[in-house]
């Protein structure tokens, strides 16, 4: 949309635009989280992280791993995970070399998680996919594909 | 994407979509925002308060308003309120019935976010704006429209 570098004050437009991509996960997951909150008593925080821990690392992951596949800031994740042990859904411990820190599902997290599934894929169908149409859905992924690969450079 | 009412395990694709949905916002905000917090000490969400109660409300905003404009649950603003409440950028104050909450800026809320607009106005259209061109960006503000709308009803 924009070109050139420039401090002036972002136009009606780029405004407009800057606001929809920031609004566009707390609204999809605005009724999604609800629904799982109300059912589960998990937050839609709570349920990506041990969906994660689950599907991607068999219950265990190294924690920048985890922030990575969130693509959250490091301090979110972490006061997240903190809130996570009190409640004995999961904990963190040091790998062999004391190098990194990985984060390992309870048998707690892995109880909830999985019962918290099927209200997970029926709200995410009613609430979000279902107004999404196929053409969309493929420039929302190139979309956040370019993004991060620019976010690498 | 998926129309039928269904608590079968979400399908590749429909993972796909929902994980890009909720990435976009964080991987737009995240070069973003490390540049404002470098250059101004503001975090990204220090940024989108601040800036929503100068633009919207001309320095006051019910909390209610605010929350609406962000799409943020409730608790989560309450907690950034309450750490911008202790920098002494805006305070919260009763309304004259004591019915309503209202968010103030306060004078170095007022300097803080002044100094942050040029810088904030470079990073959008350097980091996003430049990455997006002007079919996808309309995508996605009828898409935000449209499941703002679905979650009204």
């Not at 042990?85 to 990985?102: A, F, I, N, Q």
């Not at 997290?109 to 053409?135: C, F, N, Q």
Request: glycine share 6%.
């Amino acid at each position: 949309v924009t070109k050139a570098r420039s401090n002036k004050p972002l136009t009606t437009e780029e405004r407009e635009l800057w606001h929809a991509l920031k609004k566009l996960s707390d609204v999809s997951l605005a009724s999604v989280g609800n629904t799982i909150e109300a059912e589960t008593g998990l937050s839609g925080a709570d349920f990506g992280i041990l969906s994660r821990l689950v599907e991607l690392g068999d219950g265990v992951l190294p924690q920048q791993s985890l922030q990575a596949s969130l693509g959250w800031q490091k301090s979110r994740l972490s006061h997240q995970l903190t809130r996570m042990e009190t409640r004995k859904l999961l904990r963190r411990c040091e790998s062999e070399t004391g190098r990194r820190v990985h984060v390992e599902i309870l048998p707690k997290g892995t109880a909830t998680i999985e019962a918290a599934y099927p209200v997970h894929a029926i709200a995410v169908r009613e609430y979000v996919l279902k107004h999404i149409d196929a053409k969309e859905g493929a420039v929302l992924i190139q979309l956040v594909r370019r993004l991060e690969k620019s976010l690498e450079n």
